[in-house]
């Protein structure tokens, strides 16, 4: 037996309201990789927010795209300043993520607030999380507005990635990352986060017709 539940603009006259619907997509669709941005706003204030509406959107170029939900200060800097900085979340630092997820005012920085040691990017402003194990430095590419969000594409100019989980000789031309050195968090519903959790290793089958 199935609940069956009218949701968004759907033709059934009883429909789920949108904070209903958001529990709900957010406790199904998982888990969701993190993407902890950094930013610095026009006065200098260096603001850092984890968002879990995060992914790879594009190769070539490489582009990432991450959702505000909402308008935030994270949304406001990146547009002012078109810069942004994408730190991988470990699970070491799950109190520490957690704790940027606070609505501080924008005058007050996350970086600060929550004692996050920074280190200066290589090709944008906003500083890069110095404990992260992978950073990607961004340029925003477009702010799309989305019903009641607004998806940030940004092109990576620039990645660190710490030889801790470096998983290649040749980081250059073949990189790889090991995925159990990265240790990623993840959100799940409520105030459920994942961990890494069993790996399972296959070959991705090829048509031979």
């Known amino acids: 037996m199935r609940h069956e539940l009218a949701i968004g603009h759907g033709p059934e006259p009883e429909r789920m309201g949108a904070g209903a619907a958001y529990r709900l997509l957010t406790a199904s669709v998982v888990p969701r990789p993190i993407a902890w941005v950094g930013t610095r706003s026009s006065d200098g204030v260096d603001n850092l927010a984890?968002?879990?509406?995060?992914?790879?959107?594009?190769?070539?170029?490489?582009?990432?795209?991450?959702?505000?939900?909402?308008?935030?200060?994270?949304?406001?800097?990146?547009?002012?300043?078109?810069?942004?900085?994408?730190?991988?979340?470990?699970?070491?630092?799950?109190?520490v993520v957690n704790g940027t997820s606070a609505d501080y005012p924008p005058e007050i920085g996350e970086f600060d607030a929550e004692d996050v040691r920074r280190e200066p990017s290589r090709t944008v402003a906003p500083p890069r999380v110095a404990a992260s194990p992978v950073v990607l430095e961004c340029r925003l590419h477009e702010v799309r507005p989305t019903g009641n969000c607004f998806v940030v594409v940004g092109e990576v100019l620039h990645a660190a990635v710490d030889?801790?989980?470096?998983?290649?000789?040749?980081?250059?031309?073949?990189?790889?990352?090991?995925?159990e050195a990265l240790a990623p968090l993840s959100r799940l519903g409520a105030?459920?986060?994942?961990?890494l959790g069993e790996i399972r290793r296959i070959d991705r089958p090829r048509y031979e017709g």
């Open 50 to 95: 984890p968002h879990s509406f995060f992914t790879v959107v594009s190769t070539d170029p490489p582009m990432l795209a991450f959702t505000s939900v909402g308008r935030k200060d994270t949304l406001n800097n990146v547009e002012a300043t078109g810069e942004f900085v994408v730190c991988l979340a470990p699970e070491p630092l799950f109190e």
């Open 163 to 179: 030889e801790a989980v470096a998983a290649s000789e040749d980081m250059l031309r073949r990189p790889h990352v090991d995925v």
């Open 191 to 195: 105030d459920e986060w994942g961990l």
